[in-house]
């Protein structure tokens, strides 16, 4: 059963920096881009960030471009995101997705609430 | 970046109507890069349909996807109570993703 698992959510400060995990198990990990995606209470859906299979390419929104990274080990089947000077507006669920058929996400984790908040 | 707008904002209706759904892009998009999403409260998504009509695993056949261009539909052809939940639509272009905005399918 594909199965991917995020953790490292919590409270942080504006200006703080906070590390998520989503660990994946039931598939090839290292043949697949992996992406994360996030939620702001109540709101929609916003596409994050996305890495190749091998790590070697990556992409951000142009509202997290600069201060968030992604990256993974192929070895640990897990992905991260490293999110730096964080704001108020970064609040939100974040969810990882892998990468499906025809650019799309077909299956995703549970989720983690990342709270900015003084 | 291509804008996706969902209409209706919420769609009012009993169980075993038929749902129609409309996504519109701002600009052109590949039929191959459209999916739809739905969304339960307190659950992650679920893909429904990718490259604008083609039914991921396990989707009921009830759910049907259309369109081309800038004009894309989900269809549910009769409601089932598992059924109401919010719609998302997605597509990818220029090295980015987006998703519109989201239709609420809520009982009447």
């Known amino acids: 059963e594909v199965q991917l698992v995020e953790s490292g959510g919590g409270l942080v400060q504006p200006g703080g920096s906070l590390r998520l995990s989503c660990a994946a198990s039931?598939?090839?990990?290292?043949?697949?881009?992996m992406h994360w995606v996030r939620q702001a209470p109540g709101k929609g859906l916003m596409w994050v960030s996305h890495i190749n299979g091998d790590g070697s390419s990556s992409s951000f929104a142009d509202s997290v471009k600069g201060r968030f990274t992604i990256s993974r080990d192929n070895a640990k089947n897990t992905l991260y995101l490293q999110m730096d000077s964080l704001r108020v507006e970064d609040t939100a669920v974040y969810y990882c997705?892998?990468?499906?058929?025809?650019?799309?996400?077909?299956?995703w984790g549970q989720g983690t609430l990342v709270t900015v908040s003084s | 970046e291509i804008v996706l707008t969902q209409s209706p904002g919420t769609l009012s209706l009993s169980p075993g109507e038929r749902a129609t759904l409309s996504c519109r892009a701002s600009q052109s998009v590949s039929s191959s890069y459209l999916a739809w999403y739905q969304q339960k409260p307190g659950q992650a998504p679920r893909l429904l349909i990718y490259g604008a009509s083609r039914m991921a695993t396990g989707i009921p056949d009830r759910f049907s996807g259309s369109g081309s261009g800038t004009d894309f539909t989900l269809t549910i052809s009769r409601l089932e109570p598992e059924d109401f939940a919010v719609y998302y639509c997605?597509?990818?272009?220029?090295?980015?993703?987006?998703f519109g905005q989201g239709t609420k399918v809520e009982i009447k």
């Open positions: 997705a892998r990468f499906g058929s025809f650019y799309s996400f077909d299956c």
């Open positions: 997605q597509q990818y272009g220029s090295s980015l993703w987006t």
């Open positions: 039931g598939f090839t990990f290292s043949s697949y881009w």
